[in-house]
């Protein structure tokens, strides 16, 4: 039997495009689960059209009915309101906050046994309201964000030096917001950091226009953010789990101590395998690291507080 990957948002721009990434790479069959009558079926249904000419066997069915997430492997929750120009990710809160619940509610009941990857935004308040609405052990809930910044860098990075993008690693802690924290220390070409590479006045524009990445892009598309980016973000992070991979990816994760972090949901350095989150890696960070990624977490847990859920013991 094939493994089940459902995708409650699966209507919108990300959520489809999560389905088209799984589907090709023939990890799991997909439900499209979604709000939007008809939507998630027609979206299915012209997948299911294109799967004999893209070569992929994966069984694609569409859904207005949040119980059809039973049995899944892993859920991914792309539904909510994505930004306009001028919104910044916390502006989201409120309208995504009930539907975050409502779809992480339906998980636990319909699905007690999936890894449940967030990725409606405010990214990291939203990831940590999944894990108190399902009641889930903390490997079992991600949020994913730090794949698609360490991917934007990765791009910007190999556009600057003329080098091919699969050879730049780079790694982006923090939450998903403007306070997130490129590491050009711990960013490579070919093995070798780009602090070697590139002057730091380029570095730290490489770094801006990453933290301004999503906003870059909902500029420009001016209704609606990116999606091909974060849902082959989201995707990479279902393959790791599907296929038990070990991954050391970035993601927002629930922390109980880690970098002296406690009771919230931020980016940082995980190992990624069928059991979820398996380990969180702590970098030694420099002074200037320290604080700015104690400044995202102070940001993220703002945005917390403003759920009014009792603290975890
Ligand atoms: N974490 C990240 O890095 C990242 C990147 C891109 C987008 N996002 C976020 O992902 C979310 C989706 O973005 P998008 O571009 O796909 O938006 P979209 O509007 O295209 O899709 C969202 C979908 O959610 C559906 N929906 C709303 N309420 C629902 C409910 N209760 N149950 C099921 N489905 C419901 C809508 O009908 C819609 O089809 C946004 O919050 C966006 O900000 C996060």
């Given at each position: 039997m094939n493994r089940k990957v459902s995708v409650i948002?699966?209507?919108?721009n990300v959520g489809a495009s999560v389905g088209v990434y799984v589907a090709e790479r023939g990890l799991a069959d997909v439900v499209l689960i979604d709000v939007i009558e008809g939507v998630p079926m027609g979206k299915a249904l012209d997948l299911t059209q294109a799967a004999p000419l893209r070569g992929s066997n994966a069984r694609l069915t569409g859904s207005n009915?949040?119980?059809?997430?039973?049995?899944?492997d892993v859920v991914v929750v792309t539904a909510g309101f994505p930004r306009k120009p001028?919104?910044?990710?916390?502006?989201l809160l409120a309208a995504n906050a009930e539907i975050v619940r409502g779809a992480a509610e339906a998980v636990k009941k319909n699905a007690p046994q999936a890894i449940l990857i967030v990725v409606t935004n405010p990214l990291d308040v939203m990831a940590y309201l999944a894990f108190k609405a399902s009641?889930?052990?903390?490997?079992r809930v991600l949020g994913m964000a730090g794949v698609l910044d360490s991917a934007r860098f990765r791009a910007f990075v190999a556009m600057e030096l003329g080098v091919?993008?699969?050879d730049v690693q780079a790694m982006v802690l923090g939450g998903?917001?403007?306070s997130m924290v490129p590491l050009p220390r711990y960013t490579t070409v070919g093995g070798i950091p780009i602090t070697e590479l590139l002057p730091a006045d380029a570095i730290e524009r490489l770094s801006q226009r990453t933290r301004d990445g999503g906003a870059e892009i909902v500029g420009l598309l001016k209704t609606g953010s990116a999606y091909y980016a974060p849902a082959a973000s989201t995707v990479e992070m279902v393959q790791a789990v599907l296929k038990d991979e070990k991954r050391l990816l970035p993601c927002s994760v629930f922390l109980s101590?880690?970098?002296?972090?406690?009771d919230l949901f931020i980016g940082v350095p995980c190992v990624l395998g069928a059991g979820g989150v398996e380990r969180v890696l702590e970098l030694p960070l420099s002074e200037g690291e320290k604080s700015a990624l104690t400044k995202s977490a102070n940001a993220v847990a703002k945005d917390i507080s403003e759920l009014h859920l009792p603290a975890t013991p």
């Amino acid at each position: 039997m094939n493994r089940k990957v459902s995708v409650i948002g699966g209507g919108g721009n990300v959520g489809a495009s999560v389905g088209v990434y799984v589907a090709e790479r023939g990890l799991a069959d997909v439900v499209l689960i979604d709000v939007i009558e008809g939507v998630p079926m027609g979206k299915a249904l012209d997948l299911t059209q294109a799967a004999p000419l893209r070569g992929s066997n994966a069984r694609l069915t569409g859904s207005n009915d949040l119980a059809d997430v039973k049995g899944s492997d892993v859920v991914v929750v792309t539904a909510g309101f994505p930004r306009k120009p001028g919104m910044s990710r916390s502006d989201l809160l409120a309208a995504n906050a009930e539907i975050v619940r409502g779809a992480a509610e339906a998980v636990k009941k319909n699905a007690p046994q999936a890894i449940l990857i967030v990725v409606t935004n405010p990214l990291d308040v939203m990831a940590y309201l999944a894990f108190k609405a399902s009641g889930f052990p903390k490997n079992r809930v991600l949020g994913m964000a730090g794949v698609l910044d360490s991917a934007r860098f990765r791009a910007f990075v190999a556009m600057e030096l003329g080098v091919a993008a699969v050879d730049v690693q780079a790694m982006v802690l923090g939450g998903h917001g403007d306070s997130m924290v490129p590491l050009p220390r711990y960013t490579t070409v070919g093995g070798i950091p780009i602090t070697e590479l590139l002057p730091a006045d380029a570095i730290e524009r490489l770094s801006q226009r990453t933290r301004d990445g999503g906003a870059e892009i909902v500029g420009l598309l001016k209704t609606g953010s990116a999606y091909y980016a974060p849902a082959a973000s989201t995707v990479e992070m279902v393959q790791a789990v599907l296929k038990d991979e070990k991954r050391l990816l970035p993601c927002s994760v629930f922390l109980s101590g880690e970098y002296g972090l406690r009771d919230l949901f931020i980016g940082v350095p995980c190992v990624l395998g069928a059991g979820g989150v398996e380990r969180v890696l702590e970098l030694p960070l420099s002074e200037g690291e320290k604080s700015a990624l104690t400044k995202s977490a102070n940001a993220v847990a703002k945005d917390i507080s403003e759920l009014h859920l009792p603290a975890t013991p």
